[in-house]
Nanobody, 129 residues
Framework: EVQLVESGGGFVQAGGSLRLSCAGS????????IGWFRQAPGKEREGVAA????????YYADSVKGRFTVSSDNAKNTVYLQMNSLKPEDTAVYFC??????????????????????WGQGTQVTISS
């Protein structure tokens, strides 16, 4: 059974930092790519960052570039999303999901949630002004 469990969400003030974790079970992350998505109430789910585990290639949405960093710890089969300089507009439920590395090579596919096969349940991130 494949399971993805996100953790690390919480409440922080604007300008603060938070680190999210995505722990995988029943699947070896090193054979795939992991994406981070977020969804705020009334808005569509949007991709924010992704990483190809095998070569550590990373990709970011323009809205978070320079503030967020995605990384992986192969020994723990875990992917992280370090979020710095947080803004109120970053408030959302954050999800991690699994896709194939090739998906991330194309800008039109890498943040299309239709290409991701497994999803976690999400962790809430709330940023106050």
């Amino acid at each position: 059974e494949v399971q993805l469990v996100e953790s690390g969400g919480g409440f922080v003030q604007a300008g603060g930092s938070l680190r999210l974790s995505c722990a995988g079970s029943g699947i070896a992350f090193d054979n795939y790519a992991i994406g981070w998505f977020r969804q705020a109430p009334g808005k569509e789910r949007e991709g924010v960052a992704a990483i190809v585990i095998s070569d550590r290639s990373t990709y970011y949405a323009d809205s978070v570039k320079g503030r967020f960093t995605v990384s992986s710890d192969n020994a723990k089969n875990t992917v992280y999303l370090q979020m710095n300089s947080l803004k109120p507009e970053d408030t959302a439920v954050y999800f991690c999901a699994v896709t194939y590395g090739g998906v991330l090579r194309a800008a039109t596919m890498r943040f299309d949630n239709g290409f991701y096969d497994y999803w976690g349940q999400g962790t809430q991130v709330t940023i106050s002004s």
